[in-house]
């Protein structure tokens, strides 16, 4: 444990001592809050326009028109965002040359992987926890239900952890930062949309490729609805992606 806390708080610092957590953190925040803010000022207009028509006044739910379209948003955000968090944990140790040093230590392999895995994390919760300055304004003007609100953000966070988990793999095949980010990108995005060709295929690989959409899974969380399928689904996807990137590492460190 106390290694894998040495790993973290090296990588942190490698964060923060480069400009590139505080510009990832400040463009997400800028452009989720952009986002928030149009989405709830539309809502505001709305209830203003309707609101002196009960039925159309009951349909205006601030949780399902502000909340579900901003995490929607940002889940989109963060597939933009992550890859390039995450691109620098292994390609930057190959291309300083650093790679054989850090494998060649007392350090296993996992601890490594764990290590530089919660730095990044830890800047994921920081990213949401900020962005939590945004809900004050509802609860402050408005009555939403705080369940679906914290079962949305979990969704981000599972998410986001299985986001940090893949870019993490691709990192580790290349040297290269940007076709890191690139490879990363391609494959968050395949899984976003692969419940797209659903419609095209027959009932069994419909109910496969629904399965494996990133998408569907998000979309119950945001929904309010808590299902643990969908926290394995995003834990089993988080596990495999730093299982790739073990298995990698330790396919190089035997050539």
């Known amino acids: 444990m106390r290694n894998i806390i040495a790993i973290t708080q090296k990588e942190l610092k490698v964060y923060f001592v480069s400009p590139m957590a505080y510009v990832l953190i400040g463009v997400f925040l800028l452009i989720s809050g952009f986002f928030f803010y149009n989405i709830l000022m539309y809502f505001n207009m709305q209830s203003i326009q309707f609101g002196a028509n009960p039925y159309y006044s009951s349909q205006l739910n601030i949780n399902q028109f502000v909340y579900s379209t901003y995490f929607h948003n940002t889940s989109i955000i963060l597939l933009l965002i992550l890859p390039l968090l995450t691109m620098r944990l292994f390609a930057e140790e190959k291309r300083l040359g650093t790679e054989e040093l850090l494998f060649t230590s007392p350090l296993s392999t996992w601890e490594i992987i764990i290590g530089k895995f919660i730095s990044a994390v830890i800047i994921l919760l920081i990213m949401l926890i900020a962005t939590g300055v945004y809900s004050i304004f509802t609860f402050l003007y408005g009555n939403p239900q705080l369940e679906p609100i914290l079962t949305g953000y979990l969704g981000l966070f599972l998410l986001g952890s299985a986001f940090i988990a893949i870019g993490l793999f691709t990192s ?45 899974h998000f979309d119950d969380l945001v929904k309010g609805v808590f299902d643990t399928e969908d926290v394995i689904y995003y834990l089993s996807v988080t596990f495999f992606g730093l299982f790739l990137a073990h298995t990698t590492i330790e396919a190089k460190k035997w050539r």
């Open 172 to 216: 580790s095949i290349t040297e290269n930062q940007i076709v890191a980010a690139v490879l990363g990108f391609g494959t968050l995005l395949l899984f976003w949309v692969i419940s797209w060709a659903s419609d095209n295929v027959g009932l069994m690989w419909r109910e496969i490729l629904t399965h494996l959409s990133f998408f569907e």
